[in-house]
């Protein structure tokens, strides 16, 4: 399961530069969006794939015995899927009130600064 | 108990009063006072922080008293202090600043509030020891810094704005990932812990892949070569004091990073990590200085040397000896100031001389020769002559060069340097010096603003003081260096308990 998951997570990251590096904003967005999903499967993938298993201390026991699923990696997802749910959001509009601005979905005309 | 509370001041109070100041957003006077009194508060904070530092040793704070490693533990070591203090005093410069050079409607679109959002998010990444709350923080002050960074609408903003979201976020996409790795390696995310673990690692390899990733996630947001090239294509775009603010501290925390990660936990091999860092250093300074000779805009060339500086501090980091760490201490120091006071100046020579474009000015030094000598400060320090606070962060950096045998860098170093004054002398010859030009354009009725020279004769006044009492800034950038230089000092003060 783990080394389909890495495959998995190898393709997110290859497709998200791909779209980045084509000239539409709106690829642009879609390999930002691809990313962020793409890193946060990867902490939830090396933190160990534990299923069934949740993290609880049996009765009477000091320690958790055995493997169990990581609460920490998830709760660093979810905060990193509200970030990138913030600025995501941010960059959609930016990107609605630049094409709005400058007329062209076309990065390469995108010169006027350079 | 008073004494660590200290610590989480820096970054409770903007976030407090930036929420006071959206509260009071319809009411300018208000939102005004409320951005001198906030930053003035967060420099008192930041003062007495650096005092008790530099007094009591590293400080410890556990937040919600969750003992480290377990909990986010907020760290004041020196280098930290130090940043807080620069960040507090551009802060309070540009709140100053802004008083007369921000339009109301951009007051009514939240300037403020963004400010202070700012400043919590940039002493939020200078004080924390956990290296997921780092992102955190980083991502704070990116979300601020692009409210600002488009205030105004205007299409070379939307340009800009394009290219600093899109590389910001892949950087801290990489950022996430490194993270990632690194806590499924050592399973902690605190940062002397993970140094501690560090150390236990098998595999010395997949380390060193993992700082690589650290190292292109923060160089992005330093602005290092080869992906620097949002800086000089977004900085000039927005109203001056966002460009300021963002010239003095936005890099820096990159850079502050580099400096964290890489002298307390990637030091297993640092014959090859430092090397990349160094090769990087010198490609940094040169592409920073040659494309600022290309340009011919004020804040576009300002820009540029903003790239080449970060090419100092990072040299410093790749040597990593005592010296050089020293150097690369005062550089920052030295560099924060000058640098926001170079583009408040160049926003004072817009409002005089009514343009940015060094064709369209001129015959500044017969009309202003006060705006002159404010402007010869700060850029005579930038290029490093004596006796101003360049001088000696260049020759510190310098001599620790030729220390540690690193000739190529220590040639471009001082082939910069004189590039360096060479753009300075660009913009005093075209903008100062020569007439003014024949079809004289459209200047605005001069607007005699005693805040805009305070702010800047500060400051310049700050960087001469820097220069003349280089002494005791250099006992404090030696004590700062001497903590990166042992880590142990960090772990155990964060793992020790800690609490004073």
New interface residues.
């Given amino acids: 399961m783990t080394s389909l998951m890495a495959i998995l997570i190898g393709c997110l990251y290859a497709a998200a530069i791909y779209m980045?590096l084509r000239r539409s904003?709106v690829k642009?967005l879609i390999g930002?969006i691809l990313?962020?999903n793409?890193?946060?499967l990867?902490?939830f993938?090396?933190?160990?794939l534990e299923r069934g298993v949740p993290p609880l201390i049996t009765e009477g026991a000091q320690t958790i015995t055995g493997a169990s699923a990581d609460p920490?990696?998830q709760a660093?997802i979810l905060?990193?899927i509200v970030?990138a749910f913030?600025?995501l959001a941010?960059?959609v509009v930016?990107?609605h009130?630049?094409y709005e601005?400058?007329r062209t979905d076309d990065?390469n005309e995108?010169?006027?600064?350079? | 108990m008073d004494m660590s509370v200290l610590i989480a001041l820096p970054v409770i109070i903007p976030l407090i009063v930036g929420a006071l100041s959206l509260v009071v957003l319809k009411n300018h006077g208000a939102q005004r006072l409320l951005g001198i009194l906030g930053t003035g508060a967060v420099l008192i904070a930041a003062i007495l922080l650096l005092w008790q530092t530099r007094l009591n040793g590293i400080k410890v704070l556990e937040v919600g008293s969750w003992p480290a490693p377990f909990g986010i533990v907020l760290v004041s070591d020196l280098l930290g202090a130090i940043m807080v203090l620069l960040a507090a005093i551009t802060g309070f410069a540009t709140a100053i600043y802004s008083l007369k050079t921000v339009r109301k409607r951009f007051e009514r679109f939240g300037y403020y509030p963004l400010l202070h959002l700012l400043l919590a998010g940039v002493n939020g990444a200078f004080l924390t020891g956990d290296i997921?709350n780092l992102?955190?923080w980083f991502?704070v002050l990116?979300?601020a810094s692009?409210?600002l960074l488009?205030q105004g609408?205007?299409?070379?903003q939307?340009?800009?704005?394009?290219?600093y979201?899109?590389l910001n976020?892949?950087s801290?996409?990489l950022f996430?990932?490194a993270?990632?790795?690194l806590?499924?390696?050592v399973g902690s995310?605190n940062m002397a812990d993970i140094a501690v673990r560090l150390t236990a690692v098998e595999d010395p390899k997949m380390v060193t892949l993992i700082a690589m990733l650290f190292l292109i996630a923060f160089s992005i947001k330093a602005a290092a070569f080869p992906l620097f090239?949002w800086l000089?294509?977004?900085y000039?775009?927005p109203q001056v004091a966002v460009s300021a603010i963002f010239a003095g501290l936005l890099t820096k925390v990159g850079v502050y990073a580099l400096y964290r990660v890489f002298s307390l936990m990637f030091t297993a091999e640092v014959d090859f990590t430092h090397q990349v860092i160094l090769w990087m250093a010198v490609f940094t300074m040169l592409t920073g200085v040659l494309g600022a000779a290309s340009q011919f805009e004020v804040r576009r060339i300002l820009s540029f040397h903003i790239v080449s500086q970060i090419g100092y501090m990072m040299l410093a980091l790749a040597l990593f000896t005592p010296l050089a760490l020293i150097g690369g201490v005062f550089y920052i120091m030295h560099h924060i100031i000058v640098k926001a006071n170079l583009f408040f100046i160049a926003g004072m020579m817009y409002r005089l001389g009514g343009s940015f474009e060094l064709k369209e000015l001129g015959g500044l030094y017969k009309k202003h020769p006060g705006l002159a000598v404010l402007f010869l400060i700060p850029a005579f320090s930038l290029a490093g002559v004596p006796p101003l606070s360049g001088f000696f962060a260049k020759f510190i950096l310098i001599k620790a060069g030729v220390e540690a045998e690193a000739w190529w860098a220590v040639a471009v170093a001082l082939f910069v340097g004189l590039f360096t004054l060479f753009s300075m002398i660009k913009i005093w010859n075209e903008a100062f010096w020569k007439k003014a030009p024949e079809p004289a354009i459209e200047i605005p009725a001069p607007v005699r603003n005693k805040a805009l020279y305070w702010t800047t004769g500060i400051l310049a006044s700050m960087t001469i003081a820097i220069g003349l009492f280089a002494q005791p800034i250099y006992v404090l950038a030696e004590m700062a260096a001497n903590q990166l230089l042992n880590p142990q000092l960090y772990i155990d003060a964060v793992l020790g308990g800690g609490k004073l």
Avoid: C, Q, W
């Fill in positions: 980045m904003m642009l930002l990313l962020s793409a890193a946060n990867l902490i993938t090396v933190a160990g920490l990696a660093l905060t990193a970030i913030g600025v941010f960059a930016l990107l009130r630049a601005v400058i990065m995108m010169k006027g600064t350079d | 997921f992102y955190v991502e990116l979300v692009f409210a488009i609408g205007e299409r070379a939307m340009e800009g704005a394009i290219k979201v899109t976020l892949l801290s996409a996430l990932t993270i990632g790795l806590y499924g390696m995310l090239f000089p294509a977004s000039h775009t």
